[in-house]
Each structure stands twice: as structure tokens, then as C-alpha cells.
């Protein structure tokens, strides 16, 4: 009878260990991707800005900047992107589900819309510092989160 008990037990111990290397090997492999660990500040070290996967092809300190930023329902690939008074911004958009566009009002800019797997840009100047809101125009995607933060530093 006790070998019975030492033998459930033993099972029961070997169950709890599988399901602990499992769920650690999940978040292993899934990772931490917080946008907040992925923040890298643009310095003279390190031009790219990897802020919620934003990707500058030049220095901020440089007089144009290219920023990559894709859309999904309901969603873009950041949350904010932060550029330097005076730089001439092109925005390469592409829709990676759904159709969708990229607008900032205060500056005039606005994408074409597409459909996804297309892309499209727009090119404007941010010549006033502050913060601006940028969306999707298409229906209720703005109301519905698909915004973020043009942030325009001096």
C-alpha cells in the first residue's frame, strides 16, 4: 500500500515538473517584449531609435529622417515616434492586415490607403514642436485605438 502512495506521489511530482520546464520553455521562447525594455534612446552611439520597432535610416541629428511603421487591425507598429524640429519626416507605411492609412493633420501629411501587404509614404516637414496625434482615417479605426504620438522635439 505504500509503495502505491509513493508511487502516485512520485507521478504526481514528475506532472508538476513537466508543466513548469513547459510553461518556462513558453515564456522562454515567447520572450518579454514590453515596450518598455525595448526603449534604446537615440544617441551619437547609437542613431537607430528601436522604440516599438521604429527604425530611422539617419541620425536625428541629420536634416531628414525615414521612419518604417506598419499597420494592423487595429494597431500600428508604435506607439510614438519622436523626430527633431525642422527634419523632413517620410513616413514608409504598409498595411500588414486590414486597409488602412497614416494621417497627421497638423502637418498636412497623409498616406494613400492600402490594403495589405501594400505600401505607401508621405513626406512632410515637422516644423512645429509638441506633440501630435497620428491615425488611421479609415472608418472607426482611429475610435476604435489605431492612433499614436508624433512627439517633435526642439
Do not use: W
Not at 525595448?38 to 527604425?55: C, W
Amino acid at each position: 500500500m505504500n509503495n502505491q502512495k509513493g508511487i502516485g506521489g512520485l507521478a504526481l511530482v514528475v506532472i508538476i515538473a513537466v508543466v513548469a520546464v513547459a510553461g518556462g520553455a513558453f515564456l522562454f521562447i515567447s520572450g518579454n517584449n514590453s515596450p518598455a525594455e525595448n526603449v534604446v534612446e537615440n544617441t551619437a552611439e547609437n542613431p537607430q531609435n528601436t522604440d516599438n520597432n521604429l527604425n530611422n535610416e539617419e541620425s536625428m541629428d541629420t536634416d531628414s529622417v525615414t521612419v518604417d511603421i506598419t499597420g494592423r487591425n487595429f494597431e500600428f507598429s508604435q506607439d510614438t515616434i519622436t523626430v527633431k524640429r525642422g527634419q523632413e519626416v517620410t513616413i514608409n507605411f504598409t498595411s500588414e492586415e486590414g486597409f488602412h492609412d497614416f494621417v497627421v493633420d497638423e502637418f498636412d501629411a497623409a498616406t494613400e490607403q492600402v490594403q495589405a501587404g501594400e505600401s505607401t509614404s508621405v513626406t512632410f516637414v515637422a516644423s512645429e514642436a509638441g506633440e501630435f496625434e497620428y491615425y488611421c482615417s479609415v472608418g472607426t479605426h482611429r475610435q476604435m485605438g489605431m492612433v499614436g504620438t508624433l512627439v517633435v522635439e526642439e
